[in-house]
């Protein structure tokens, strides 16, 4: 864990208590039967393949008398090491959290040299690698942009425009671009409305919000 990590744990600490990180892994057969057990729901023109074991965190604090409290989140998030497994799709390859909620939640990562860093703030949840393969009706197998389509797919920095539909041949607007660069990268942010045209509640609304914020 990182010292702002730890530093920002330790202001929850009693007196002579400890922090225990426990991490459980599953084969890989196992961690597709873990996504249906919770219960996730994909679209049909997805496919998701898992690579590597299911890894399972819990991170507690232990007082003195051995009471736990779980650390469900770590701000600022810590980063984390992991070897990408070598039969694995980098392209198609991110990082998952299986949600109690039944969600998969793309944690994303920076791969190089067979090793990706993540940054990970929900200690007390299970992550596995997945390949996730998006296949577009209107994406022919000739066109020239399939592969990178599908990259930017799997990276979540584009979905399409509606259901299975990515429309190569269309345009792009200035909230569809704003919504990628707030994905590729990472940008949060919040705030009253900057520009008259820009909808509470549109579906790119946060992402011009973000952007705004970044300047």
């Given at each position: 864990?990182?010292?702002?990590?730890?530093?920002?744990?330790?202001?929850?600490?009693?007196d002579?208590?400890?922090?225990?990180?426990?991490?459980?892994?599953?084969?890989?057969?196992?961690?597709?039967?873990?996504?249906?057990?919770?219960?996730?729901?994909?679209?049909?023109?997805?496919?998701?393949?898992?690579?590597?074991?299911?890894?399972?965190?819990?991170?507690?604090?232990?007082?003195?008398?051995?009471?736990?409290?779980?650390?469900?989140?770590l701000?600022?998030?810590?980063?984390?090491?992991?070897?990408?497994p070598?039969?694995?799709?980098?392209?198609?390859l991110g990082?998952?959290?299986?949600?109690?909620?039944?969600?998969?939640?793309?944690?994303?990562?920076?791969?190089?040299?067979?090793?990706?860093?993540?940054?990970?703030?929900?200690?007390?949840?299970?992550?596995?690698?997945?390949?996730?393969?998006?296949?577009f009706?209107?994406?022919?197998?000739?066109?020239?942009?399939?592969?990178?389509?599908?990259?930017?797919a799997?990276?979540?920095?584009?979905?399409g425009?509606?259901?299975?539909?990515?429309?190569?041949?269309?345009?792009?607007?200035?909230?569809?671009?704003?919504?990628?660069?707030?994905?590729?990268?990472?940008?949060?942010?919040?705030?009253?409305?900057?520009?008259?045209d820009?909808?509470?509640?549109?579906?790119?609304?946060?992402?011009?919000?973000?952007?705004?914020?970044?300047?």
């Amino acid at each position: 864990l990182s010292a702002g990590t730890l530093n920002s744990i330790a202001g929850e600490l009693a007196d002579r208590s400890n922090i225990r990180l426990t991490i459980h892994t599953a084969a890989e057969e196992e961690a597709l039967q873990a996504i249906r057990d919770a219960g996730v729901r994909l679209p049909a023109h997805v496919e998701i393949r898992p690579v590597g074991s299911l890894i399972e965190l819990q991170l507690h604090l232990v007082d003195e008398e051995g009471n736990e409290t779980a650390v469900e989140v770590l701000d600022p998030p810590t980063i984390v090491e992991l070897a990408i497994p070598p039969q694995a799709d980098p392209d198609l390859l991110g990082l998952y959290r299986i949600t109690d909620d039944a969600r998969l939640v793309y944690v994303g990562g920076w791969a190089k040299d067979g090793v990706m860093r993540v940054e990970i703030s929900h200690p007390d949840d299970r992550y596995v690698f997945l390949e996730y393969d998006t296949t577009f009706a209107d994406v022919e197998a000739s066109l020239w942009a399939r592969d990178v389509i599908k990259k930017v797919a799997a990276k979540h920095l584009m979905q399409g425009v509606s259901g299975e539909r990515f429309d190569p041949h269309g345009t792009m607007t200035r909230a569809q671009f704003a919504v990628m660069l707030v994905r590729l990268l990472g940008l949060e942010g919040a705030g009253t409305p900057a520009f008259t045209d820009v909808p509470a509640g549109a579906w790119y609304t946060e992402a011009v919000y973000a952007a705004h914020a970044a300047g």
